[in-house]
T-cell receptor, first 114, second 111 residues
Framework: DAGVIQSPRHEVTEMGQEVTLRCKPI?????LFWYRQTMMRGLELLIY????????DSGMPEDRFSAKMPNASFSTLKIQPSEPRDSAVYFC????????????FGQGTRLTVV | GQQVMQIPQYQHVQEGEDFTTYCNSS?????IQWYKQRPGGHPVFLIQ?????EVKKQKRLTFQFGEAKKNSSLHITATQTTDVGTYFC???????????FGQGTTLQVKP
């Protein structure tokens, strides 16, 4: 397996534009997580899915952020409209279960909003 | 809400010196995981501790889980330049089942 695949690796966009980040989890993993990493706030859990269903989205910062998982092999994180403070590295991770199992992280998407 | 605090934030050591990072949770954890992130990379799982007082070793790395399951530590003996990176603890809350990451400790090793 190629691991968790995220695209794009880098994204530069103007303030106000819509941004869509994509993630393909490891095949067979039933949990998918979206994290945001910044120097100030570290690694923050935004939302996670179990069997394509959102379980906890309490970490989603505001209504501008939305995440979907239409099937077991694909998830998106959308920011609309984007703002400069959204600039961060966004990681997707997947795991087999959520308790006492390791999470496998993708390479991340570095988002810069100018 | 649940918080996982990690100290120190940064540590610079001379190659060959030891290094320790500490992790403390505001709530009891069901388990704790440790990850390493190389500069420009992504977090990579190192180990998981589940039992109270558990100690695990991976070569020069020693991981401990506190008796009360609210703290943990990672100790590296005789650091090498390959140990450079940020080490994160991640605690699984017994109540919520969510994995909460500490802020990480960034280790720099001078050759």
């Amino acid at each position: 397996d190629a691991g968790v695949i995220q695209s794009p690796r880098h994204e530069v966009t103007e303030m106000g534009q819509e941004v869509t980040l994509r993630c393909k989890p490891i095949s067979g993993h039933d949990y998918l997580f979206w994290y945001r990493q910044t120097m100030m706030r570290g690694l923050e859990l935004l939302i996670y899915f179990n069997n394509n269903v959102p379980i906890d989205d309490s970490g989603m910062p505001e209504d501008r952020f939305s995440a979907k998982m239409p099937n077991a092999s694909f998830s998106t994180l959308k920011i609309q409209p984007s703002e400069p403070r959204d600039s961060a590295v966004y990681f997707c991770a997947s795991s087999l279960g959520v308790v006492a199992v390791e999470a496998f992280f993708g390479q991340g998407t570095r988002l810069t909003v100018v | 809400g649940q918080q996982v605090m990690q100290i120190p934030q940064y540590q610079h050591v001379q190659e060959g010196e030891d290094f320790t990072t500490y992790c403390n949770s505001s709530t009891t954890l069901s388990n704790i995981q440790w990850y390493k992130q190389r500069p420009g990379g992504h977090p990579v799982f190192l180990i998981q501790l589940v039992k109270s007082g558990e100690v695990k070793k991976q070569k020069r790395l020693t991981f401990q889980f506190g008796e009360a399951k609210k703290n943990s530590s990672l100790h590296i003996t005789a650091t090498q330049t390959t140990d450079v990176g940020t080490y994160f603890c991640a605690g699984m809350s017994s109540n919520t089942g969510k994995l909460i990451f500490g802020q990480g400790t960034t280790l720099q090793v001078k050759p």
